[in-house]
């Protein structure tokens, strides 16, 4: 995941702020996913489980995350669609219902360990890490493609 945001990174970066932000936001989340999975460069010497804390810092990130693509980033590439035809629009709006599918299970996550109050929920963390990596890197995947259809016709 991480080499696909570099790509991501170098192929956008720079030709938009709102981008930018939104792809460092990304970085920083999985950073966080990294440290709460005990992933290189982040394991941890015994194996041992993370903190309910760090698990709810995550999903603070993660709901952040999930927050600032619908309600900031996905609106401007559509208006920016928009202005240049159809095409441009349809792509979009096709990407953005696939999208959520991914918001669903990064709520249903954030609701599961938000809500704890004991430490055993833990138990099942990594299951429930693996099935939330799944969808969010098919979302980054679709979130790649809405910028690349932006990027591709109106740059």
Not at 63 to 88: L, Q, R, T
Not at 94 to 120: G, R
Request: net charge negative; hydrophobic share 40%.
């Amino acid at each position: 995941m991480l080499t696909k945001l570099e790509k991501a990174e170098k192929r956008w970066g720079g030709a938009n702020k709102l981008v930018d932000q939104w792809l460092n936001h990304r970085r920083k989340l999985l950073i966080q996913y990294f440290i709460v999975a005990g992933l290189a460069p982040y394991s941890r010497a015994e194996k041992s489980l993370p903190t309910l804390e760090q698990v709810k810092n995550f999903c603070d990130q993660l709901v952040d995350y999930v927050s600032e693509g619908h309600f900031e980033v996905y609106n401007n590439v559509v208006k920016a669609c928009e202005k240049f035809g159809e095409s441009s629009i349809d792509t979009a709006k096709a990407l953005l219902p696939q999208i959520s599918d991914s918001t669903d299970a990064a709520l249903d996550f954030n609701d599961k360990y938000t809500e704890a109050a004991d430490e055993e929920i833990l138990y099942q963390l990594d299951n429930d890490l693996s099935q939330l990596a799944q969808a969010m890197e098919a979302r980054f995947e679709l979130e790649d493609q809405l910028l690349e259809v932006l990027y591709n016709r109106h740059s």
